[in-house]
């Protein structure tokens, strides 16, 4: 079943270039089509998406391109925020966002307080996320349990150790999509993709619509998933 799809959102920038915008021009168009994925999903009935839509080491990028994406994630943010809800979708963000600043960690808040409750669709926007740094943070929650005696070293299982990472309650993505021809994870759920399908796609992510993402739905459909298993037409 299809319940969970992440997406590396990759390719804005050389979108921009091969029409002599600039790279801003990308993330304009990019997020038009993260809103795309997110009316997709709740046609395709898929109850969780996560978008990768700032990195930890996105930080990195020339002042300028973080000061875009940061007007745009504000611009999405008040624009948005009535309408996702209005659909009955629920958002929820996961990284290091005290990182951000503080208006905008101030609208996060106000949008996952306003939405908790919809259920057509949660949509996990991961922001300053990196998942190296998310399994450090829950090792050191997880120590510091342990010395602290709420928690015995012996009750410590997968799912114990999944309830310390930012993407708590939420089940593992099914499919991750990357889009803009590279084929690698970025830092992007490393815990959580152990089992997941990956479709690579050499489509910018500007230009992945309606009909790319079904694409990528079907591709899923046509696997077989035997998590690490036998196949079940082989076992008989
Ligand atoms: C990767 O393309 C994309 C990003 C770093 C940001 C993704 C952001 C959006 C889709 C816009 C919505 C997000 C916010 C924060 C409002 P790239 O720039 O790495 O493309 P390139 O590899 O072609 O240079």
Not at 84 to 105: M, P, S, W
Not at 109 to 120: M, S, W
Not at 210 to 229: D, I, P
Request: glycine share 4%.
């Amino acid at each position: 079943m299809l319940k969970h799809v992440a997406i590396i959102m990759d390719g804005n920038g050389r979108w921009a270039k091969a029409r002599h915008l600039p790279r801003v021009a990308g993330h304009k168009k990019g997020a038009e089509s993260a809103k795309a994925a997110i009316e997709s999903c709740i046609k395709h009935k898929i109850q969780y998406l996560t978008l990768y839509a700032f990195s930890s080491e996105n930080w990195g990028r020339p002042e300028d391109e973080v000061k875009d994406l940061m007007n745009l994630l504000r611009f999405y943010l008040d624009s948005e925020l009535k309408n996702l809800h209005k659909n009955n979708v629920r958002l929820r963000f996961v990284g290091d966002t005290a990182k951000l600043e503080k208006d905008i960690q101030d609208k996060i808040t106000a949008a996952e307080k306003l939405t908790e409750n919809n259920t057509a669709l949660t949509a996990c926007i991961a922001l300053s996320y990196g998942s190296r740094q998310e399994i450090t943070n829950a090792i050191k929650a997880v120590a510091k349990a342990i010395n602290d005696g709420t928690l015995k070293i012996n009750e410590l299982d997968e799912d114990t150790l999944s309830n310390y990472l930012y993407t708590k309650n939420i089940p593992d993505p099914d499919l991750l999509i990357r889009t803009g021809g590279d084929q690698r994870l970025s830092n992007f759920l490393l815990w959580q993709s152990a089992y997941t399908e990956l479709y690579f796609t050499e489509c910018f992510w500007p230009e992945f619509t309606e009909a790319e993402f079904t694409k990528a739905v079907e591709a899923f459909h046509s696997r077989e998933r035997r998590f690490g298993q036998t196949s079940v037409k082989e076992a008989i």
